[in-house]
């Protein structure tokens, strides 16, 4: 019979060789948890959608009297929203972005969005967009009726599109306006002493220049009498002939059209900030002979 000295050993070696085991079974467990917890979390981890990226978007309170649609142009008035009228010609240069919230006094403030992908639909892809007679986007650069046209964006599909408001794009000129109206025989009869203003004065370093215009005497039956040629001009100097003496005092309707002419003036103070005006070079007119349609295409010039 093995006496206890011989036991005693062995069952303490046992003893260590278990204790051993059971703390590599331990560690080996810890282990694979650890791994089955990385193989488990990393798909997971994969499949997560990237940070949404909130659009460039501002708050702005709404003009009185004023309701602003979603996905049409807005542009600020001491400092509050209003819908974009490109008839309108105070607004010229005031866009900055779109609506993507409808807005009105007592309701809410609008949303707009001034850069970034705005969330439209029905685009027509790879094309240039614009502000619209009513203020929604389109793709005609100067709508009729329009004193002023403003590049929006560019849409890159049929949901995606890209707000530039402040950028020309290339290739297009969003700065060339057109303004039209209707003179009345009593304006006609006093252009002399009262000037027609057209288009506002721009801000002290920039000047009105046009490009082209149109005229249509509507004669009435009676010719007019006296007078002289009929100019548009921003400052003392006539910068183009909106329609002749001749057509003016002819018995029957005329039309005409004229390109813009150099106009050099010193100093330049007399021409920066001045309103575009249809006046007369002479005397007034006499008798009552009708109306005149006119049409003047321009841009503003900015002098640094």
């Known amino acids: 019979m093995p006496s206890l000295l011989t036991v005693a050993p062995i069952a303490l070696l046992t003893g260590a060789i278990w204790v051993e085991r059971r703390k590599l079974f331990q560690l080996s467990y810890r282990l694979m948890a650890f791994i089955v917890c990385l193989l488990l979390c990393l798909p997971v981890a994969a499949q997560q959608p990237a940070p949404f990226s909130a659009p460039q978007a501002v708050v702005i309170p709404v003009q009185p009297g004023e309701s602003i649609s ?135 370093n920039q000047m009105i220049v046009p490009i082209a215009m149109a005229a249509r005497y509507n004669y009435n039956g009676t010719p007019y009498g006296n007078g002289a040629d009929i100019v548009v001009q921003a400052g003392p100097d006539a910068m183009g002939v909106l329609i002749p003496m001749s057509a003016m005092t002819s018995s029957g309707t005329a039309a005409t059209n004229n390109v813009a002419q150099e106009a050099v003036v010193s100093p330049d103070s007399a021409v920066l900030g001045q309103p575009l005006q249809i006046t007369i070079v002479g005397s007034d007119y006499t008798n009552a002979g009708g109306t005149l349609s006119y049409s003047v295409i321009y841009y503003i010039a900015t002098l640094p």
């Open 70 to 204: 979603r996905l049409h142009a807005v542009v600020i008035v001491n400092g509050l929203a209003m819908t974009a009228d490109p008839t309108d010609a105070t607004q010229v240069g005031k866009v900055i972005g779109i609506a993507i919230s409808d807005g009105s006094v007592g309701s809410a403030p609008v949303q707009v969005q001034v850069a970034g992908e705005a969330p439209v639909t029905g685009l027509t892809p790879n094309t240039l967009y614009y502000v619209q007679l009513d203020g929604s986007l389109g793709t005609t650069p100067l709508p009729s009726g329009a004193v002023w046209g403003q590049y929006i964006g560019y849409a890159r599909s049929a949901t995606q599109l890209e707000l530039t408001p402040n950028q020309v794009p290339v290739g297009t000129v969003n700065i060339v306006m057109k303004v039209e109206g209707t003179l009345t025989n009593d304006q006609i009869l006093q252009l002399l002493e009262s000037p027609v203003t057209i288009v506002n004065a721009p801000k002290s």
